[in-house]
């Protein structure tokens, strides 16, 4: 096994994602340990070579071929299995976007490497590679040991990299089998747009599955008018159709940083803090204590959201009316 | 089409996870075991295009994970064509890596033409199930799907993106596809067509083969509650004084409706 940080880069429409700086900064400090380089591995269709020079790598390794022109499963499994032989790095890092979430175990299982997913924490530590990751939804996390091996990494766990660029850009041939893939991009759809977007508000309430069914959304309706904000959900309320996608907090969903957010029901699984987190002031009202959302909350309530907010919306009109 | 859905049982993320006693694992004696959610949209799919596609059949597999045979028999209640457990000493729980490997080997003898399969179960710790099979029985993937139809011959996946972004890829089967969400909410089933279902029996019971011996290649030092980033202040009394609290908070920061 070499010493090298191998990084996927995300990149779509022609921008780099956020999150090859975080990924690029923690494989430069990786390879600052093992004695490796950290590499950037740019899979494009030509379009989006440009980005290459831009990346704070030690170097860009860029694969050029038509099957890159957008994301496809298939065709980046190729061309990463490939560089991981070829390279034999020590570790591989990917997003836990879309992107790594498809990636990563068919990578791990075609090149019989580790896989650490969720992973929030990386360090080095003489032969082995400790890594930190989240399970059970965000309750636990679980230091584990690997020789070497994939990361998927949460959006977040680890500072973008400071300076960008110079690094030396290598062309890499495309991996063979590109010509005969089992799959074909077909479209690529744009989210719907809605009247109310939820990016924009300064208070939202809330809701997850604990609202118990589509019935139950007029409770936080009403504690919306008493605020003037406005309901948005966790992904099981928007799947439900108990409101609409558009609604949606969250990794795909919208990511929101509002002045309030008021979680009901809503555990605070990595992928709905992902899209919440940073909100200035964020009280949660769930039955359970050791329900994650009270990690980054700074308010929080034990009590049945059923009493909580109905309660709430009556003190606060009762207070409106006496001013 | 003959379509597998393999689908777990997993811990209810509700309860209070306790550690065992050397602080690997969580204590799974004492926890209550629920059908992954996400198997659960992925066996509504795949219900979805059974009904509209005639000649589809829809298998279930699961391993024999406490509760199991209420989640097969309530797959068949809801129109699955057969059932399948695989028998075996699953009680410690396995690796993602083992369960891909023991599903490889029985999905290989049911010539199927696409497996779908939840994009992830909140245990993945060395990653999810459907793409280490994926890779294991090199077929395509496509994961964080929300949408799988029947296109020329094999399907049209719809993949999702951050911020609701949609890609649209057509996949020639047998493929792998990791859902994320079925095209709807998945349908309810009545106790009492689930009683039915025991009672019509229709189980296939197998021995499960034997995981490949290479396991997950990570070794577990420890699981620990995660220290809260900014432990939040919990209030206390009734519901009525934490809702009196909270309105003072939020008139404190001056957010109250002008
Ligand atoms: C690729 C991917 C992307 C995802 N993207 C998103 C996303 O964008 N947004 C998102 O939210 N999720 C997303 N998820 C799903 C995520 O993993 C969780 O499943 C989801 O966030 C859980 O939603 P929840 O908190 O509403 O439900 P649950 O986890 O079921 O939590 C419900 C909570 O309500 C509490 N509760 C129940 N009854 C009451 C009551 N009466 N009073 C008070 N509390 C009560 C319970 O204690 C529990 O903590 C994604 C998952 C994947 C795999
Ligand atoms: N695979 C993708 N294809 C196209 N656009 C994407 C993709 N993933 C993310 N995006 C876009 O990139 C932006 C940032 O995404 P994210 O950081 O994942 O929320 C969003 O505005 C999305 O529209």
Redesign the pocket.
């Known amino acids: 096994m070499g010493n090298d940080i191998l990084v996927l880069v995300e990149h779509h429409a022609g921008a780099v994602h956020d999150s090859a700086a975080e990924l690029l900064g923690k494989a430069r400090e990786l390879a600052a340990a093992t004695g490796g380089e950290a590499l950037a591995v740019l899979l494009h269709d030509g379009s989006a070579a440009s980005l290459a020079s831009g990346l704070p790598a030690d170097r860009v390794l860029s694969v050029e071929h038509e099957a890159f022109a957008h994301f496809l499963p298939e065709a980046y499994v190729l061309a990463m299995a490939g560089l991981m032989a070829d390279r034999d790095p020590r570790l591989t890092l990917v997003a836990n976007t879309?992107v790594g979430?498809d990636l990563a175990g068919s990578l791990s299982a075609r090149t019989s490497a580790p896989l650490a997913a969720y992973c929030i924490g990386l360090e080095v530590e003489g032969d082995v590679v400790v890594a930190t990751n989240q399970v059970f939804?965000g309750k636990l996390h679980a230091e584990v040991e690997m020789p070497g091996g994939i990361a998927s990494v949460v959006a977040g766990a680890f500072p973008p990299a400071e300076g960008a660029g110079g690094a030396t850009v290598e062309s890499v041939g495309a991996p063979d089998g590109l010509g005969n893939l089992r799959m074909r991009f077909l479209a690529r759809v744009e989210p719907e747009t809605s009247d109310v977007d939820i990016t924009a508000q300064d208070i939202l309430i809330s809701?997850?599955?604990?609202?118990?069914g589509d019935e139950n959304i007029e409770l936080a309706e009403d504690l919306a008018g008493a605020l003037g904000g406005v309901v948005s959900?966790?992904?099981?309320?928007?799947d439900a159709g108990w409101l609409p996608k558009t609604r949606?907090?969250?990794?795909?969903?919208?990511k929101v940083k509002p002045k309030l957010y008021i979680a009901?029901?809503?555990?605070?699984?990595?992928?709905?803090l992902?899209?919440m987190r940073d909100a200035d002031l964020i009280i949660a009202?769930?039955?359970?204590e050791n329900?994650p959302?009270f990690d980054v909350a700074h308010f929080g309530t034990?009590?049945?959201?059923?009493d909580?907010v109905p309660a709430l919306t009556e003190a606060l009109e009762a207070a409106a009316s006496a001013a | 089409m003959h379509i597998v859905v393999p689908m777990k049982q997993t811990v209810d993320?509700?309860e209070e996870l306790e550690l065992n006693d050397d602080g690997t694992d969580v204590e799974r004696e004492y926890l209550k075991f629920i059908s992954n959610?996400?198997d659960e949209q992925a066996l509504e799919e795949a219900l979805l295009i059974k009904e509209a596609s005639p000649g589809t059949t829809v298998t279930v597999v699961g391993l024999d994970e406490v509760d199991v045979d209420q989640t097969l028999f309530a797959a068949l209640a809801k129109g699955a064509d057969r059932a399948i457990k695989l028998g075996g000493d699953f009680e410690e729980g396995i690796s993602s890596h083992q369960r891909a490997s023991i599903l490889a080997q029985v999905i290989e003898g049911l010539s199927a033409d696409l497996i779908l399969i939840g994009?992830?179960s909140?245990e993945d710790l060395d990653g999810q199930t459907g793409v280490l099979l994926a890779g294991t029985l090199d077929l395509p993937h496509v994961s964080?799907a929300i949408g799988v139809e029947p296109h020329e011959g094999g399907v049209k996946v719809s993949q999702?993106f951050g911020a609701g972004v949609v890609h649209e890829i057509a996949v020639d089967g047998p493929a792998v596809i990791g859902v994320?969400a079925a095209r709807q909410a998945p349908r309810y089933v009545a106790i009492s067509r689930i009683r039915q279902a025991m009672q019509a029996g229709g189980l296939e019971e197998q021995e499960a083969p034997e995981a490949a011996a290479a396991g997950s290649g990570l070794t577990i030092r420890r699981l620990f509650a995660p220290e809260a980033a900014s432990q939040a202040e919990m209030l206390g009394g009734d519901a009525d004084d934490v809702a009196a609290r909270l309105a003072q908070i939020i008139a404190d920061r001056g957010l109250v409706k002008a």
């Open positions: 879309t979430m939804g809701v997850g599955r604990g609202i118990g959900a966790s992904r099981p309320v928007a949606q907090v969250g990794k795909s969903g919208r009901c029901g809503i555990s605070g699984a990595p992928e709905h992902e899209g009202i769930n039955t359970d329900a959302i034990t009590e049945d959201l059923f909580v | 993320l509700v959610e996400w994009v992830q909140p964080v999702e994320q």
